[in-house]
Every structure is written in structure tokens, then in C-alpha cells.
């Protein structure tokens, strides 16, 4: 079993393979440990997938609602809202996709082969659809990091250059380019129809008329440099940038902190816990997409790395990528206190936050030298106890 490189995507990785064929693109090694590996994952990436995406999908929607509210907005909030709703868009297209072509797979047809029509023309649009959100998350990230370094190496006019309106301005160019750079590939994927066993079958192919034209070329050129290599260059200066700019601000805050500016110092070191939590969403797609831009480079010198390994690997890269889209939950409430304490005011209501009994203890010092306990309860009550604190 093989798969020739279509235009389209079967991953939501942005790799563009969804034609089955057998003899198109010459024989391969179907005992060759790669191909036994990719064999026998594809009967788990399924139920793998759905696990991740529903997971991914839940938290990304907690994101959405946490980021919109009224003391989240920010310049960088606003990119990260728009991120969570294309991984949202993206893993809410790939559950159909992966339920219907891998979990209830026809046992009798090779991947991406179906005997229904509809099923068929949801695989075309699955095909340039996953590459459109996945695409503009990652261009979103790099304007994050972008919009993040220049915050933080010019703080005097980060503010202005870095507003919400650009932020907008920003996530409006980076979908309607990304939609548009992906017109060819919505054109050159098709499909083949041809009755087997006296039955329907259809199978995924390029578009006859547009095939191995420049049209074709164009879009082959778009998706490794626009979508591929530009990205992944990016995204690696990005962070060692980031890298640099927090090591400079954290060197900025020790002098603060030697000449007794703490509150200044504070101030500083919450920055860098923001820049830090930026910064690990930036690694998280670098780590996703370094690997498919190394592939890339090799597919370009050597093509047929496409079919033997490339195309072996998408399933991989696919997992990959959709832990990536649902692991941000998880980076905003370990590395941000206001993420947390907005999270728990909009979904833990029910939490216990006012009772009787929730209490602050805090150790303060008399004129006359001792040092009390002082308990504030939360309903305003207090109590001073030399060295104890009793509560009711």
C-alpha cells in the first residue's frame, strides 16, 4: 500500500497527502520497519486522536471564554483568543475526519478509499481546511512572539506599537491571506470514481486539468515555503530572541533589586513570567513544525524521501501537532496566576470562596518589638493573638 503526494492534506499537519495508489510512484518496501510502524500505528491514531481532540476542543473553548473577558484583554490576549479558535476550528474538523477514515475504516478498502460519495467530498474539504487552520496558528504565533519581543526590547513604545487595534489588524491579514494562499489547493484536489465489485468506490487524486501544470507547481511552492520553511525559520529566531530578551530582563531586574527597588524588581519579574509562558506556546509549534521543515528540505533535494518516508511519518506529525493545539490550557494555567484566578471565577463558582472560615494569616510587628499573628477572616473580622491565632 502507498500514497502518492496529492495537493491536498490528509494530516492536520499541514502535510499534503490524501491519493492512494499502489503502482504510481513504484514499488516500497512494505516489510521496511518504517512502513511496519506506520502500519501498526494507524490502527491506534484513531483513538488516539479522538482523546486529544476532545480534550484539546473542551480546554481551547475554557481559553476562549477566559481571554475574552474584560481584564484579560490585552494585545497579547487577543492573538492568543484567535489561536485557540483556529486549534478549535482545526481538531472540531479532524474528529470526523479521523472517526470516519480510521476508526470506522471499510477493513476491505485502503486508507482514504470510500464507498460514499458525501464521505468523499468531507475528505476534499478536510484536505485544504486542516491546512488553512493550521497555518494560520502558526503565523498567529509568530505574530505573538513578534508582538512580544518588541514589548519587551522597546518598552518606551511597545505599548503603541503593540495595541489591541494592531493585534486585530493583525489576525484579520494573517486569515484572509492564509484563506486566499490556499485557493490553488482547493482547486487542484479531486477525486477519482470507478465502480469495484459493482459497487461505488472513490478515491482522493489531483485534479486532471490542473495537474503537473504550473498551477500545480505554484501551490507546491506555497505550501513548502510560505507554509513550511518561512515559518520554521521564523519561529527559530523567534525564540532564541525571546530567549536573549529575557535573559536581558532578568539581569535588569537583579540590578533593581541591588539598589532596593523591589516593587520595580516585582514588576519586571511578572513580565518575565508572562514572556516565559509566551515563549513555551512559541517552543511547543517550533517543536511541532522544525521536523516537517527538515523533512521538507530533504523531500526538495530528494523527492522520492516524500513517498518512503515523509508520507510514512504523517500520522506522527499529525499526533504531534494536535497535542500541541490542546496543551495550551495547561502552559496558561500552570505559568499565569490571572489566567488561574479568572478560570476559577467563571467555571468554580461553586468553590467555597466566601464562607466562614476562609481566613489570611499574616505575622506582623507591634511597636513594642513583638511579633502577632494577625488573622483576617473574610468577612472582615479580625483576631490578634501574641504568637497563636484562635478561630471560630
Known sequence: MTYSVGSGSQNVSGNFSISA????????????PLVK????????????????????????????VVLT????????????????VADTLKMLDYLPFVTKFYILKDPNLEYFQTRSYSAMVFLLFHASFSIVCHTIAVWLTIALAIFRFLFIWFPTYGNDWCSPFRAKCVIFCVY?????????????????????????????????????????????????????????FMLTILTLLLIYAMHRAYKRRQQLKSVGRKEDADRHHEHNRTTGMLLAVVVM???????????TLIVISEPE??????????????????????VNFVLYCSMSKQFRDTFVRIFCQCCPQDGVGFLKVKLNSTSNGNKNYLATLNNGHRTDANNTATFV
Open 285 to 295: 509549534f517550533l517543536i511541532t513544525e522544525l521536523p516537517q521543515g527538515i523533512l
Open 37 to 64: 510502524f506506520y502500519l501498526h500505528y494507524a490502527g491506534y491514531h484513531g483513538y488516539i486522536s479522538v482523546f486529544v481532540c476532545l480534550f484539546g476542543i473542551i480546554s481551547n473553548f475554557a481559553n476562549i
Open 305 to 326: 524521501w516524500e513517498l518512503k518516508v515523509y508520507n510514512k511519518l504523517g500520522d506522527v506529525l499529525d499526533i504531534v501537532a494536535l497535542c500541541n493545539n490542546a
Open 21 to 32: 495508489n499502489n503502482s504510481q510512484n513504484g514499488p516500497v518496501d512494505e516489510f521496511s
Open 69 to 84: 473577558r474584560k481584564n484579560m484583554i490585552t494585545s497579547v490576549n487577543i492573538i492568543l483568543t484567535w489561536l485557540a
Open 176 to 232: 484572509i491571506s492564509i484563506i486566499i494562499l490556499t485557493i490553488p489547493n482547493y482547486a487542484i484536489n479531486s477525486y477519482h470514481h470507478e465502480i469495484h465489485n459493482g459497487t461505488d468506490l472513490y478515491k482522493s487524486a489531483k485534479s486532471e486539468s490542473l495537474k503537473d501544470t504550473w498551477f500545480d507547481d505554484a501551490n507546491q511552492y506555497i505550501h513548502s515555503i510560505l507554509f513550511k520553511l518561512v515559518p520554521c
